[in-house]
C-alpha cells in the first residue's frame, strides 16, 4: 500500500524533523544526519547521544547563552553524526511519511539517494532504537561508486536540561568518553554514568578505538560499488542502554527483524489516527495537527515502570511540568478515546506514585524519573494532576486505579490550604505559570483553576470519600473572593487583575501561559457574556497589555518570559473568539499559526512579531496540543 507523502516548504521556519516510539526520540537533518538520540535514564532522568557538545554548567544562569545554545541546534549549520556521502554536489530534499517519519532525497554525484530515519517496535513493544534505510540508485548506463564516511563529533550522557529560569542545578557530570569500532560494530560508552550506544550496519574495516572527554571525533569510512540501472541499500540500526551488552542486545534483536515491516507497521499506525483526527480538522491545520500527536505520542510520552513521564520536549528540555502534560493529554483526547484513556491511566500513576513530593507538593519541574528539578510551588501546577485524576474516575471503569490513588489527595490539600490569604479566600504561589517570580503572590488565574479544581474533586469525594473538607463551598468562596478582591480598576474599566497581595497593589496584564482565564466560561466559572471577562480578554489582545503583547503583520498575545507573541496565545484568541461567537477571529488566528509553523508543523515557543521568525524554542509540545484542544 501507497503511504502519503508530504514534501515540505523550505519558506517556513526551518528545524530538524523529530521521530520516535515513546521510549526512544531523536531529530534527523533532511541529509539523514542525526543531531541527536535521547531514552529514559533510571538515574538521569533522560539520556542522549549528541553531535553538540554539552552547555557549560557556568552559564546556566545566563539566559542569553541558554537561549544561543537552544536556538544553534535547530539551525542547518548544527552539528550532526552519521552517514555522509563524500560527493561534494549532493543536495536534499525534505518529506514527511504519513506526517510523521523524516524522508529525505538526495543527488550524490551521478546517484540518486534517499534515507528514511524512523525508531520501531517488535510487536508492541518499544525499542529504545533507530533505524535508518539508505538506497543509492544508479540512474546512468555506467557503474558508479560511491564513497561514504559515518563520522561526527559525539557527546553521550545526561541531557542538558537548558533552562531560562534556573532554580534546580544538577551536580556537575564529568565523564570520559570510549569509542570503539570491533571491525563491524561502533560503539560508544560512558560507564562512569550508565550510559552507552551501538551504531550496527556500518562496513567492515580495521578495528580501533579512542577514549578521552567528549565530544569525540570518529569516522568510519565505506565504499559502495553500484552498477548501471541498479540500487544498493544500507540499513543503519542505532541502540542506547546502560552498557554496549545491551545496547548491543537491542540492536541484534532488531537487525535480525524486517526493517521494512516495522516501517510499514508504523505508517499504518498513523495512517489509521489521521483517519480518525481528520474528520474534525480542517485541511490547512492538518499538518500542525498530526505532527502535535505524533510528536508527543512519539517524543513525549516516555514509559517509566508502570506509569508515563509527559515531557514538554525532547531535545532542549526533556523534563516533565504538570501544566504542560495536562493540556498534552487533553490534545490527544481528539481522535482516539480509548488509547487516551490508558495514557491517561498510565500518567496519574506516574504523577502520584512516581513523581516525588519531599514538601509536599509538586515541584515546578521534573525528571523523568521522578525526582524535582525545581522544588518551586507553582499553585497551578497542584491543580493538574488532581483534575487528570477526577476525569479518569469520571471517564473511565477503573475503581482500582482511583482508590489507589486517593490517598496522596490529603497531604496535597494540605500544602494548597497552608497558602490561604488571611482573611479572603485566595491562594498564594511562588511563581507565575511562565516560571517567573511573581512578588503579588495572589494570581488571577490559578484562583479559575483551583475553583475548577474543587468543583470536580467535590464530585469524586461524593464518590469516594478521601476528606472531610468542603470542597464545594471552598470553590464558592474561592469565586467570591476573586470578585470581591481580583477586579480592579485600569484605565477607566473593571477588570479581572493579574496578581494582587490583597494590600492595595495590582498588577494588570495577561500572559500567553494563563489558559485558565480564557477557559473560564467553558469551565463555568463565568458567562461569555461577563463583562468584567470580555473587558479583561479585550485588554489581553491590546497593546495596553503591557510585556504580553506584541502588534505586527505576525503579532498576537505572548509573554514577558520570552517577548515576542506566542502560539499559545494565537490558541488563546481563537479559543477566545470561539467562546464569543467570533469565527473570522477564530480564522484569522489559525491562520496566524498555519503560516508561522515551522516546516515540519511544528509550534514554537515564540516568534519574531514582524517576519514570523521562529524567535524561541523551536521544540515545544504544549502549543500544537493546546490547539487540539481548543477545537
Known sequence: MPFFHRR?????????????????????????????????????????????????????????????????????????????????????????????????????GPLRGSVTTWAPRLGSRPLPAALQAWRFENPTGEPAVLEYSWDGAL??????????????????????????????????????????????????????????????????????????????????VYALARTVEEAQAVAQSLAASEPENTLAAALREYEARWLRLDRDITEPARLLAHQAQAYVLGCCALPVGEGICL????????????????????????????AWLDLLRRHVLWLFETARRPNGYWGRAYLANGDPKDRIFQLDQQCYPLLELAEYARRAADDAT?????????????????????????????????????????????????????????????????????????????????????????????????????????????????????????????????????TTMDFAFSPDNIGGYYPGPYGGLGSVHTPGPWPLGDVQEFLYARLTGDMSRAQAALARLVATACWDGALPEARDEHTGAVRSRHWFAWPGAALLAAG
Open 402 to 534: 482511583v482508590v489507589r490513588l486517593l490517598p496522596h489527595l490529603p497531604p496535597i490539600l494540605n500544602a494548597v490550604l497552608a497558602r490561604r490569604a488571611p482573611g479572603a479566600a485566595l491562594f498564594a504561589t511562588e511563581e507565575t505559570p511562565a516560571d517567573d517570580p511573581l512578588p503579588l503572590p495572589y494570581h488571577f488565574s490559578s484562583q479559575i483553576l483551583l475553583w475548577h479544581t474543587f468543583r470536580q474533586l467535590s464530585t469524586l469525594n461524593a464518590r469516594w470519600s478521601f476528606t472531610s473538607l468542603d470542597l464545594d463551598g471552598l470553590a464558592e468562596s474561592i469565586q467570591t473572593a476573586v470578585r470581591g478582591s481580583l477586579v480592579a480598576e485600569h484605565r477607566g474599566r473593571q477588570l479581572f487583575a493579574y496578581a494582587t497581595d490583597l494590600q492595595g497593589a495590582y498588577r494588570f496584564y495577561h500572559d500567553a501561559n494563563d489558559f485558565p482565564t480564557v477557559l473560564a466560561p467553558r469551565w463555568g466559572f463565568c458567562p461569555a457574556t461577563d463583562p468584567i471577562w470580555r
Open 8 to 108: 515540505l516548504d523550505p519558506s517556513h521556519p526551518y528545524k530538524p524533523l523529530d521521530f520516535g516510539n515513546g521510549l526512544l526520540a531523536g531529530s534527523v537533518a533532511p541529509d539523514g544526519r542525526l543531531l541527536a538520540l535521547g531514552t529514559y535514564h533510571p538515574e538521569h532522568g533522560y539520556m542522549a547521544l549528541s553531535a553538540v557538545a554539552p552547555f557549560p554548567d557556568d552559564q546556566r544562569t545566563n539566559q542569553t547563552a541558554v537561549r544561543a545554545y537552544r536556538a544553534a541546534q535547530a539551525q542547518p549549520s548544527a552539528p550532526t553524526f552519521g552517514l555522509r556521502p563524500l560527493d561534494s554536489r549532493t543536495t536534499a530534499e525534505a518529506l514527511l511519511l504519513e506526517d510523521a517519519v523524516p524522508h529525505g532525497r538526495f543527488q550524490a
Open 155 to 236: 557527546t553521550l550522557g545526561r541531557a542538558n536540561y537548558t533552562q531560562l529560569t534556573e532554580s534546580g542545578p544538577l551536580p556537575p557530570l564529568s565523564a570520559n568518553l570510549h569509542v570503539a569500532f570491533d571491525g563491524h560494530t561502533l560503539s560508544a560508552s560512558a560507564p562512569e554514568i550508565g550510559c552507552a550506544m551501538v551504531v550496527v550496519g556500518l562496513p567492515p574495516g580495521p578495528a580501533w578505538q579512542q577514549a578521552g572527554q567528549e565530544p569525540l571525533t570518529v569516522a568510519v569510512a565505506g565504499r559502495l560499488s553500484i552498477p548501471p540501472g541498479q540500487t544498493a541499500d544500507l540499513t543503519l
Open 311 to 338: 515531557l514538554t520536549d525532547h531535545q532542549i528540555l526533556p523534563l516533565s511540568w504538570t501544566r504542560d502534560a495536562y493540556f498534552l493529554l487533553q490534545g490527544l483526547r481528539v481522535g482516539g478515546p480509548q
